[in-house]
Each structure stands twice: as C-alpha cells, then as structure tokens.
C-alpha cells in the first residue's frame, strides 16, 4: 500500500485494512517504496519531508513544484539512517527557496510513488489569520492498540478501525495549516498490555510503530508536522523492571531520533531591527537541539518546543529521574534552560506577536500525581518572565483550560491582559491507556473534559486575540471555546 499515492480522502480506509494484515505491516515488492511521509517547518522559506522506506537508499530525493504536472525542483539528501531492531531506514530532504503560504506539490523520488501537496509556511510576521491544530498522547489503532469501536463512524475509516482523532482532523483538513504533536507517538512501548505481544517484546514495539506512523501519514504527509518527545518515546518498555528486555536499539528516544531529528528546525534569524534580538536569536540557535528543544516562527506565532523528559535538574525521564529510564542527556549542562532564555528573550512583538510553549508534561493539570513539579522549577518562571502567552501541553489523557495563572494563583487581570501564561491540557487524542478522570479541579480550572477522545485547535484571529477550542473528536463538537486578549504593547517582554 502508496500511501503518498492516494487522496487524502481515500488513503485512511485502506491504510486501516492494509496495516493490520499481519502482526508487522507487508513489505512491499518495492523496497524503495515511501511508507510514514511526515513533512515539517524548516525555515522561513523551507519544508522538510521525511518518510521511511524498506531498504537503504544511497540517496534520498523528493521532486517539487507549484503544479502537480511540472516537478521543477529537486532536493536530495545522502543515504539513509537506520537502527539495529528497526526493519526500515529513514530518509528526509530538505526543500528550500518556497515562497510563502503557497500550495507546492511533491513526489519522492521512488519507483512506487506519486504525488501529494502542501502549503508553505507562512512569513514570521504575516498577520494574516490562520489555525493550528494540538494532538498529543496519540496511540496505534487495532488490534495492537485502541479499537474505537463505540464511536461514530468516519466516513474516511472503518468503522471498526475509527481513529476519531486522526479522523477528525481528515474532517476538517481546511481548518488548520499546522499541527504540533509534543510527545506520545503510537504507545508502542505498551506492547505488553496486549496478551498476544507478551513473548515478542521488541518484535511488537517495532510493529506499533510502524502502523502508527503509517496511519498518521495521510495527516502528518500533508500537513506541516512539529514534533517534539513525550515519555513513551524514551524506551521501548514503560515499565522500569521489563526494560531488561528493550535492546539497546530501542533505548533512549532512539526511534523518535532516526525520525525527527534530520527534519525538525533551528530557530530562525531574527526579523527584529534590534541588534540584541538579533543576538539572543543566533544564540538560541547554537543552543538549540531539535528535536528535544526548538522553536519556529510561523506568521503571528513564535512556538518553542520543549523537553520536559530530559536535560534539567529531576527530569523525570533522566538519569536517576522519577521515571527510572535512564535517559539523556541529550546537551550539555543548562543548555536547554539557556536556549529557553535567549529564545524567549529575543522575540520581537512587533513581528512575532504571539509566543506559545509546547511541552509534554504539564504543571497544572486537575486530579493528583500527573503534576511535573520538576518541570514547573525548571520552567515556570522563564514563561512568566518573558511573558508567554500560551502554555500547551499533555500527558494527561484528556482535555483541560486553565484561567492564566502563575505559581497557583490566578491571574487577577483574567482573559484581559494577563501578565501570566494560558494553560492548556490536551492530551485527550486516544491511546491504548484509555482516558483519565477528571478528578480535583483546582480553583483556576476553566474546562476539564474525560467523556471521549478530543483535540484543540489554536486560533490566531490577529495581533491581539487568540482563540482556543476544544473538539469531539467522534462528532467533531465544539466542547468549549475561549479567547485571550493581549494588548502586546511592548515589543521585549521581560517581568
């Protein structure tokens, strides 16, 4: 099965019968064949394309152009990276020189393929209105993962394979431009919750993955796709006693490496006029590390992705961290605080209006025992400082908004010009693990949602006011809707 060579209407049903033929998806005939196509921000003026293939490639290339019929372009790469347990090879290329927010067409350059499309990336300081779309905590569907059997049909997936997330946001493909995804790709390292994987540990965590990533790619293939790491990405087993069993391949965020580390960004030049701007920019840019910690610009937004699993002090996926998976450091000492500072600092409100953060483990959450109290120590107080506007994050399985608030006291000021972050939850998308109760809702809650799987969408109507909605993602129901108003008078925000 092409993916990149269906509709993007017709590839989900077929993806659904195709992948679970087998416990591990058919190779196919054709080795060079792309298979898990993700595309992603690169620069001001550059889309990356990363898909994976069966075989190694020498070289890695992908046709592109502004009609489908005249491929003019061509961008290549050398060769193609693998790990020891994985069956196939990961390839990327880079295409550049792109005007802005125009509709290009690709083909990877294979025997077996044919041709998809995209919308460029908007010019930081564009204040034309766009939408961006937030999923995390996102699992594999089927019989190695969740079955949403209960829910509404689709129409673009079987029903008895009906990934409401991913359907939804097939739904509603002319909605948004971009999705950011911080942290849990597909849950393979709960292979062991289903009974039939029990003796085939890596063979199963390697086969989620797998179907995942290629039930993803009608989305993540068309759509440009930001990706930053979640803890089910640290190792091929959750569970600290069962890591015994995880080769050393499929060790710390090994695969979500080989994947997203040749096509996630740097952070760009500075289009302030002011020199320190300039300066802070080029110095968040030598400390940046994607895909652990990055950040791009896309027309009125500023985004950071963060990594709250490693590389600060009690990261709890770190080395003698709470999570006991022995992970990281991926940077040198303080190199992630440091880049978060000059990033922060060097964002011109004039250009960039809105900043937003994006991590996987939250601090303010409702319930108990899913606070990362040593992410809020080593975060929290850089977002207050340099006024971050939005705070978006997961983990927790299920859909929450919180009134802008700062070492848990509300902002007075509300929804009207708060100096603290907005928070938000979503980490409702669907996964294997199920939902999580809403529980305890803390005086600052706004929204809390648990009853089915859900999304968000970020809105950024202009300059001053960001809109953020909560969806069904079965029914496509608008659960809940805000919008936060920010004068953004200064051009440095530093509290």
Known sequence: MVAGSLSFVKALPLLATSVFASTYPPIPSDLTTPYQQRLAIYGPNAVSVGWNTYEQMSQSCVDFGTSPTSLTSRACTEGSSTYATSRTWSNYAILTGLKPATTYYYKIVSTNSTVDHFLSP????????????????????????????????????????????????ARTVNDY????????????????????????????????????????????????????????????????YLLDLCPEGQKNFTDFMHRF??????????????????????????????????????????VVMINTETDFDGAPDGPSGSAKLNSGPFGKPNQQIDFLKADLASV?????????????????????????????????????????????????????????VYKGTADPNGMKDPKAPMYIVAGGAGNIEGLSAIGTQPSYTEFAYADDWSYATVRFNDANHLQVDFFQSSTGTLLDSSVLYKSHANRFVSQ
């Open 348 to 404: 011109d409100r004039s250009v960039t209006p809105w900043v937003i953060v994006a991590g996987h483990r939250p601090w303010y959450t409702t319930g108990s025992g899913s606070a990362c109290d040593s992410c809020q120590e080593a975060f929290e107080d850089l977002f207050y400082q340099y006024g971050v506007d939005l705070g978006v994050f997961g983990h927790v399985h299920n859909s929450q908004r919180f009134a802008p």
């Open 261 to 302: 580390e040749n096509t996630m960004p740097s952070p760009f030049a500075s289009l302030s006029s002011n020199t320190t701007a300039q300066t802070l920019a080029a110095k968040a840019k030598s400390l940046a590390n994607p895909p652990f910690w990055y950040s791009f610009e896309y027309g009125m937004a500023h």
């Open 122 to 169: 908007r010019t930081p300081g564009d204040k034309t209105a766009f939408s961006m779309d937030v999923v995390i905590d996102l699992g594999v569907y089927g019989s190695n993962g969740y079955t949403a059997n209960k829910r509404d049909t689709v129409p673009v997936v079987e029903p008895n394979l009906n990934h409401a997330t991913i359907g939804a946001l």
């Open 177 to 240: 431009e971009i999705v950011i995804h911080p942290g849990d790709f597909g849950y393979a390292d709960d292979w062991y919750l289903k009974i039939g994987n029990l003796f085939d540990g890596k063979q199963a965590y390697q086969a989620i993955l797998e179907q995942f990533y290629e039930q993803l790619a009608p989305i993540a293939g068309r759509k440009l796709y930001m990706a930053s790491p979640g803890n089910h990405e640290a190792d091929c087993s959750e569970i600290p």
